[in-house]
């Protein structure tokens, strides 16, 4: 059955294209999902699949996109970089996605001392790995820090050019698939790593109607995580590289936040978010990410959500 294109009623030929840039994760998947199918309106508004989140974070900074689907850690950078971001929707937040993964012989994080690490750098899993040292009671001087694109990471893991690595999926279940053992996971630091839509703040209000239908597209088939022999899973699990069988897997390890939640924590003064920004921001502070001293947030809105059901 065809779907209708959000044709944003009474803007045509007044709104600026809305760029978006995004990644491949399965919590972003339902919006990219929409945009395949021609429900938003190409007019108004383009989604660019982007490889590494620093790629996403220099076009926010030079005013390449205009928004991106991202983590909260990765937004702090763009707003301490002197470009102010609003949050204008939440995705999931990971309970067990980002992992710390060893060779098999390796039982414990006290293992990897003097051990080569990879992790990319200046990314989310730099965070992960300062939790992780934390909860093991380790500093950055007791493990050998590698740099790895997450797109190296599992040839790198069988090659055995490196004892452990920070990832997450859909490579994690790549990884344990090659034998690799969880050491810690974000089920360990709950609550703090969230994927969320931030758009610049000077450019937001250039994109009221745009900005409306890309999340209601999203929250619109976001229940289709619970059918996963329907057609909208069967379509995600071929754009990540798995079988429909294998696709709920994918989001093992991941909470979705649901509409009603959005509208919760987004909603003024948003405190609880501008909480977690603290906690978020002391442990990039220790990873050496953020600067030590005043931080900068974003803002928060819940204002482009779409209306909760009757």
Known sequence: MGMAVLALPGCSGREPLLRIGTSVWPG?????????????????????ILNAPSSIIRALQTGALDGACMTLDDALTVVDSGVPLTIVGLFDASDGADQVLGQPQFASLQDLKGRRIGVEEGALGAVVLAAALQAAGMQAADIRKVNL???????????????????????VSELLAAGARTLFSSTQMPGLIVDVLALRSDRIALFPRALAAVLAAHFRHLPQLGQPTGEVMADIARQMG????????????????????????????????????????????????????????????????PEPAP
């Open 149 to 171: 694109p997450l797109d190296q990471q599992l040839a790198a893991f069988r090659a055995g050019s490196i004892d452990a690595v920070v990832s997450f999926e859909p490579v």
């Open 242 to 305: 798995v079988t429909p069988a294998e696709a709920p897997a994918l989001f093992r390890g991941i909470r979705m936040l649901d509409l009603p939640e959005n509208q919760r924590r987004l909603a003024a003064p948003a405190q609880g978010m501008i909480d977690l920004c603290q906690r978020l921001a002391a442990l990039m502070q220790q990873a050496g990410l953020l600067p030590g001293g005043y931080v900068a947030y974003p803002a928060f809105s819940a204002a482009y959500l």
């Open 28 to 48: 972003y998947a339902f919006l990219q999902y929409a945009y395949r199918h021609g429900e938003l309106s190409r007019q108004h508004c383009k989604l660019a």
